[in-house]
């Protein structure tokens, strides 16, 4: 049981009691956090853009320090107190930014040091590593840029809809992408099929950004480079965030029923693939190919193989609103309705 659920959260202005503990808190974490001098968190303050975790009995125990930037939010500082770190309080702020900020943002996003080590947790509050750029310190370390998309439209939407409704979409595993990035002489060949070009008219492969995620654990500057360059030829399809952590949740109860260990972030990925637009997914894992029917009933999304979806292909397209796609790997079939019936 972690202390989260005895915590309340709230905004703390410039008049709040728990500022002067903020500012200590920044000062004291200012070796990882950077440099804000007092008048900075007074503005941010006066603004309301510093989130606090209150502790009843001990006070502020950790903030969230923000601004915004045109149409999205920049995080500057997420600091927690040391003897209360690993119980939940940073997602406890970073759940109440995304709550305050969802209706008129179109996302969160940060610059964290590669070499902090915070991938995992900025991958487990729901954050995508976009891009790199070196910092303007001395030694120039590694910034990684996350973001937390909150799924609003925008000037891609109608290209990605446009692509919906004219091509079979199917969303890849992380597996096949890695296969289809790979060079010619590794053994990838059924993958490799999905990339004729005779496809390219019917079928579209899709991607969600989770895919980023894996490519962020490559340790090869050039390599976690070039699969990104490789990532962004792919339609990108983001599935709305406010279902994601209970559509999360239902899929890892329900393969850990079936005594199935999926690593997390293919958990992920797969769960983020059920909630787009969607409703195939294209693997070569066996465990989840032999239980597609239940994956089916439960969730809706087709789990089929590439060298299937090939020999289905001209099926899955000819029918309107991708019905064979959900009803594929069911017992259901269409019929006509005669008079009477």
């Known amino acids: 049981m972690t202390e989260q659920i005895y915590l309340k959260k709230e905004v703390i202005n410039n008049k709040?009691?728990?500022?002067?503990?903020?500012?200590?808190?920044?000062?004291?974490?200012?070796?990882?956090?950077?440099?804000?001098?007092?008048g900075a968190f007074e503005e941010r303050a006066a603004k309301d853009e510093i989130l606090g975790a209150i502790d009843?009995?001990?006070?502020?125990?950790?903030?969230?320090?923000?601004?915004?930037?045109?149409?999205w939010i920049t995080i500057v500082h997420l600091c927690v107190d040391s003897?209360?770190?690993?119980k939940g309080v940073a997602?406890?702020?970073?759940?109440?930014?995304?709550?305050?900020?969802?209706?008129?943002?179109?996302?969160?996003?940060?610059?964290?040091?590669?070499?902090?080590?915070?991938?995992?947790?900025?991958s487990s509050l729901?954050?995508?590593?976009?891009?790199?750029?070196?910092?303007?310190?001395?030694?120039?370390?590694?910034?990684?840029?996350?973001?937390?998309?909150?799924?609003?439209?925008?000037?891609?939407?109608?290209?990605?809809?446009?692509?919906?409704?004219?091509?079979?979409c199917v969303v890849i595993d992380v597996n096949i992408f890695f296969d289809l990035s790979a060079d010619e002489g590794i053994d990838s060949e059924e993958s490799k099929f999905l990339l004729a070009d005779w496809l390219a008219p019917e079928l579209e492969l899709c991607i969600t950004d989770e895919i980023f995620n894996h490519?962020?654990?490559?340790?090869d500057d050039s390599e976690r480079k070039r699969q990104r360059e490789f990532a962004n030829t792919f339609t990108c399809l983001r599935p709305p965030s406010q279902t994601l952590d209970k559509l999360l949740e239902s899929l890892r109860e329900f393969l850990q029923k079936k005594s199935i260990l999926m690593p997390e972030l293919e958990l992920h990925?797969?769960?983020?693939?059920?909630?787009?637009?969607?409703?195939?997914?294209?693997?070569?894992?066996?465990e989840l190919l032999d239980i597609a029917d239940e994956i089916y009933e439960i969730f809706r999304m087709?789990?089929?193989?590439?060298?299937?979806?090939?020999?289905?292909?001209?099926?899955l397209r000819r029918k309107p609103d991708y019905q064979p796609v959900r009803l594929a790997g069911t017992r259901l079939e269409q019929v006509p309705v005669q008079s009477a019936q």
């Open 269 to 286: 990925h797969l769960a983020r693939g059920i909630a787009s637009d969607s409703h195939v997914f294209v693997t070569r894992e066996q």
């Open 126 to 168: 729901g954050f995508v590593p976009q891009y790199e750029k070196a910092g303007r310190s001395k030694d120039g370390k590694l910034l990684t840029f996350w973001w937390f998309d909150h799924g609003h439209p925008n000037l891609f939407s109608a290209a990605h809809v446009q692509k919906l409704e004219s091509k079979l």
């Open 302 to 315: 087709l789990i089929i193989r590439s060298s299937d979806l090939l020999i289905q292909l001209d099926e």
């Open 83 to 86: 003897s209360y770190r690993g």
């Open 56 to 71: 009843p009995e001990k006070g502020c125990i950790g903030y969230l320090l923000y601004r915004r930037s045109y149409d």
């Open 215 to 219: 490519i962020n654990i490559i340790s």
């Open 91 to 122: 997602k406890l702020l970073v759940d109440y930014l995304k709550q305050r900020t969802q209706e008129k943002y179109s996302g969160i996003g940060l610059r964290c040091r590669r070499d902090y080590g915070l991938e995992k947790m900025w």
């Open 16 to 38: 709040s009691p728990h500022l002067p503990t903020v500012i200590e808190l920044g000062r004291r974490n200012r070796a990882t956090l950077g440099f804000l001098p007092k």
